[in-house]
Nanobody
Framework: QVQLMESGGGSVQAGGSLRLSCLTS????????MAWYRQAPGKEREGIGC????????YSADSVKDRFTISQDNAKNTLYLQMNTLKPEDTAMYYC?????????????????????WGQGTQVTVSS
């Protein structure tokens, strides 16, 4: 059974940093792509960053690309999201997802083209 398990969330003051991790299990082969999403209360889920696992090419949303970095360690079956200079508006539940392809245009940078599995999420709270 394919599973994604996020960790690393928590509470931090504005200006601080966090690194989220997403451990994948149950795959015979690495998924074609993985991504981070977030959803704040009352808002739609938005893609933050997507990575093609085979070559490591990344696509990041304009809203966070200067502060957030998506990366992977294939040997550890782990996806990461390094978040720097956090702001209160970054407060949200953060999810990792796996699937096929990354959207490369149309205002949807940071999203997977076809999601096949979601993690349960990890909460990030940024106080001012």
């Amino acid at each position: 059974q394919v599973q994604l398990m996020e960790s690393g969330g928590g509470s931090v003051q504005a200006g601080g940093s966090l690194r989220l991790s997403c451990l994948t299990s149950g795959y015979n082969n690495r998924p074609n792509s993985m991504a981070w999403y977030r959803q704040a209360p009352g808002k739609e889920r938005e893609g933050i960053g997507c990575i093609l696992t085979a070559g490591g090419k990344t696509y990041s949303a304009d809203s966070v690309k200067d502060r957030f970095t998506i990366s992977q360690d294939n040997a550890k079956n782990t996806l990461y999201l390094q978040m720097n200079t956090l702001k209160p508006e970054d407060t949200a539940m953060y999810y990792c997802a796996a699937g096929y392809g990354c959207k490369a245009s149309g205002g949807k940078l940071g999203e997977i083209a076809v999601v096949s599995v979601w993690g349960q999420g990890t909460q990030v709270t940024v106080s001012s």
